[in-house]
């Protein structure tokens, strides 16, 4: 019974210190900030954020979120293998005042940093009238 206890606690031990060994899914991101510049009020802009899984498990997405509604992303729905790309496009629509801007993009994931935040910026300005 002894034998049988301590082949099943080094078995246990074994398979634990190999999933400690692997790496787990983790963003590299070519760009966290952009800066529009300035933009015309009323006009949609766009940005995608592109990353890649630099960890061994697939990278998940659950959720994306944004401080406003003015702010709409959208992003890779499917699990993103090892050294393959996924992607954050958000667009921003300006309204109200001309007035420089700056808002967070928030993402939620199964990667080693589970929540990462991305940002944009930039100023609106009077659409001008021709």
Known sequence: M????????????????????????EFKFEKETYDFGKIPMGKPVS??????????????????ETTC?????T??????QKGQ???????YTPAG???PFSKSITITSNAKTT?????????TVAASSK
Request: with cysteine; glycine share 6%; proline share 7%.
């Open 85 to 91: 790309s996924g992607l954050i496009k958000v667009t």
């Open 47 to 64: 940005v995608d954020f592109k990353f890649t899984n630099v960890g061994e498990e697939p990278l998940i997405l659950t959720k994306v």
């Open 97 to 99: 005042t001309p007035l």
């Open 75 to 80: 992003y890779t729905q499917t699990p993103v």
């Open 69 to 73: 509604g003015c702010t709409v992303p």
């Open 2 to 25: 002894k034998k049988l206890i301590v082949l099943l606690t080094f078995v246990l031990g074994i398979s634990v210190a190999s999933f400690a060994q692997s790496k787990p899914a």
């Open 115 to 123: 929540t990462k935040v991305l940002y944009i910026k930039g100023e």
